[in-house]
């Protein structure tokens, strides 16, 4: 990961329904997976029969000031935005393991919509 920002590590999701009332919830992604372009590929998709949804957050690596963009990868979820913010306290309490090596201290709350069929 050469020239990029190291990766969040405060990332929440929102999610509104189509159709529905609007919702002011967050949520805290079940698994975050990495992949940088210089990784082999991998099959990121799950097998089909589960509910998942696939996310995905790419940074301009010859721009590392500007905001990530997020696309979806289901079918039933659209990404309607990304807000990018600093996360409170994100200076003062470090993940363990990460001493002496520099942290992202932003929040990214991704924006999404529910298609209702």
Known sequence: M???QDPPQYVLIT???VRGPASSTLAHPAIIHYQYADDAPVN?????????TILVMEFDESDPTAQPTVRSLSEDVVVSGIKVSEAPGATAARPPGTEGRSA?????????SVKIP
Do not use: R
């Open 2 to 4: 050469s020239g990029i």
């Open 15 to 17: 999610s509104d329904a």
């Open 104 to 112: 992202n201290p932003s929040m990214y709350v991704i924006e999404t």
């Open 44 to 52: 990121v998709i799950p097998p089909p029969g589960g509910q998942h």
